[in-house]
């Protein structure tokens, strides 16, 4: 499928994608205000879970200096850089519990470190007439807190996963913890692991928003004899084994379908890129058509080098995948613009041909312009409405937005209606051919009568991918194996393919190149002293 680039896979399961590097000024909490119960306040929980996200992923005005206390979480609430030996201030009303006019304060050290108070890590909250927790609920939140310490990323940052954490709490780590003897539960940032047996494995469903991953198979975690969770022996963490979530035979095979692409794409540069050495050197193939090629040809070598680079920095790095910077979203944008313009352009050939014989009159200069608004501007137009429209979901802006969103349309509609008036213009400027010019055999139309015929092979190869999309297999069926390689080349080489049409087996061009040759060897001959 054009649109869908298959998403592929995460090359190996490196260990350091999976564990979380512990952030530098780490979080330690502790909890007064606790009374003797037993029972932890769920929603309460579940706020100060979120309070602590939001002060990780807050970007403080302040930076911080080596002479600063860090930015902190202290349980309640969030605390931004502050000189040491000054007093931090916050509002008691952004702290979860209270409604309350007054600062919380917090002292910073000359030393540069908050201050204790009765051994607590903790700001002064006496101001704030605060709510009173349990022993339990401040310890389940320490635990929770402690273990989040680690996590790269936020489990709000994406529905599945925040679904998967809140459960994770209710279910899971809210329950008082087994002492000895027994893994505690833990969230790892992708699943939950419930508390289990020393010298036990837990296994878990492979979460399905991860590319690559198949959630018909089981990621494990090993409880180690002496009651804790297997650490990686690279990185001395606590580790959950997802490399059985990828299924190795399928990535080998989408490994060879991306060298595929990538080989396809290059032929097709090159060839592209000569026959507009071509068109550009040779004088006398100065007329609209060829103008109409060249900048055909132009999107082309944008576009296939812009899917080479894809292929090589974005479907092979899994990291980038993940992290989803700027750059591989803005190459994902870029990649679809000059996707359009191929097409738009294609749209050009087929209407200046059929203007050209059905239309008495053609203004060259004027046609030209609108031909550039329409091959140039109107895909500006579409990739500004979807890139707008697609950004603002955030469900599709995950992994390099690799995947089909739902607004595939706003691009692929206009592409199939301009493949479809394409044909109708084509077949009738065959009718026209046919009924009127059958006596007529000037070159002129001699050569309108070949490119047509090159316009009407290429349209179909560039619109095959909308007729077999339906008919797409399901991933890792046996139809796969056929329609995958298949897609690629189809799809690779159709720069190749439009190269070959209208430069290499174009008479013109085949004329003034033999010509070329000819004058440059005689020249070659004249010059060669004749020895005898
Ligand atoms: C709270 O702190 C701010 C500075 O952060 C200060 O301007 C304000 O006066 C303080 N409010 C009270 C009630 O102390
Ligand atoms: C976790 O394990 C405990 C004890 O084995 C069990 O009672 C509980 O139902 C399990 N929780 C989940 C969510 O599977
Ligand atoms: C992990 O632990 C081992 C042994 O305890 C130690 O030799 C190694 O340097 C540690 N690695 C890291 C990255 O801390
Ligand atoms: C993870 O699981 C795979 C498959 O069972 C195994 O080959 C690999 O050694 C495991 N990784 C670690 C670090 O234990």
């Not at 602590?52 to 600063?68: A, D, E, K, L, Q």
């Not at 007329?287 to 109409?292: L, Q, S």
Request: hydrophobic fraction near 40%; include cysteine.
């Amino acid at each position: 499928m054009i649109w869908k680039k298959l998403i592929f896979l995460l090359t190996t399961v490196f260990p350091e994608a999976f564990s979380f590097r512990s952030r530098k000024n780490s979080m330690l909490k502790s909890i007064v205000f606790s009374s003797q119960d037993d029972t932890v306040d769920k929603e309460l929980l579940h706020k100060q879970l979120k309070a602590y996200w939001m002060c990780r992923g807050s970007t403080t005005t302040i930076p911080t200096r080596f002479n600063m206390c860090p930015q902190t979480f202290d349980g309640w609430g969030c605390w931004e850089a502050t000189p040491g030996g000054t007093v931090a201030n916050i509002p008691c009303s952004s702290i979860t519990n209270t409604h309350n006019t007054n600062n919380a304060t917090w002292w910073c050290t000359p030393k540069h470190q908050w201050a204790k108070k009765a051994g607590k890590y903790l700001g002064d909250y006496s101001a704030c007439s605060m709510k009173i927790v349990t022993d339990k609920h401040a310890d389940t939140l320490a635990r929770i807190l402690h273990q989040m310490a680690y996590l790269e990323e936020s489990p709000y940052a994406s529905t599945a996963v925040k679904h998967i954490f809140e459960t994770c709490v209710n279910d899971v780590l809210m329950r008082s913890q087994p002492k000895e003897l027994y893994c505690h539960g833990v969230f790892d940032g992708w699943g939950c692991w419930n508390i289990t047996k020393a010298g036990e494995v837990a296994f878990q469903p492979c979460p399905s928003f991860v590319p690559g991953f198949s959630p018909d198979r089981l990621a494990y975690k090993f409880c180690q004899k002496d009651g804790s969770w297997f650490q990686h022996p690279v990185t001395n963490k606590t580790w959950s084994n997802y490399t059985t979530c990828v299924d190795r035979e399928d990535l080998k095979f989408r490994q060879r379908i991306n060298n595929l692409y990538i080989g396809g794409y290059s032929v097709s540069v090159v060839a592209l890129i000569l026959s507009l050495i071509i068109f550009f050197y040779f004088k006398s193939l100065r007329c609209t058509r060829v103008t109409i090629h060249k900048n055909l040809f132009i999107s082309f070598v944008v576009n296939n080098i812009m899917w080479i680079i894809w292929y090589i920095e974005v479907v092979q790095r899994p990291q980038v995948v993940l992290e989803n910077g700027p750059a591989c979203q803005v190459l994902h944008v870029i990649v679809r613009y000059f996707l359009v313009c191929n097409y738009l352009w294609m749209f050009c050939e087929g209407l200046y041909l059929h203007t050209l014989l059905v239309v008495a009159f053609v203004a060259e200069k004027k046609i030209m312009t609108w031909f550039y608004v329409l091959g140039w501007g109107t895909p500006m137009i579409l990739i500004i409405v979807y890139t707008a429209v697609r950004s603002y979901q955030s469900r599709d802006t995950n992994f390099c937005w690799i995947e089909d969103s739902h607004y595939e349309w706003i691009l692929s509609g206009p592409v199939c209606i301009s493949m479809l008036l394409n044909f109708v213009f084509l077949i009738n400027i065959v009718r026209v051919l046919v009924t009127k010019l059958r006596a007529v055999n000037s070159t002129d139309s001699h050569q309108i009568r070949k490119a047509v015929r090159a316009t009407l092979i290429l349209i179909p190869l560039l619109g095959l991918h909308y007729f077999v999309t339906p008919f797409r297999p399901e991933p890792r069926s046996p139809g796969e194996a056929v329609y995958e390689p298949i897609s690629a080349i189809v799809t690779s080489f159709q720069g190749l393919s439009v190269a070959i049409l209208f430069c290499f087996f174009n008479g013109e061009v085949m004329n003034i190149l033999r010509r070329f040759v000819r004058q440059h060897l005689n020249v070659y001959h004249f010059d060669t002293p004749v020895q005898l």
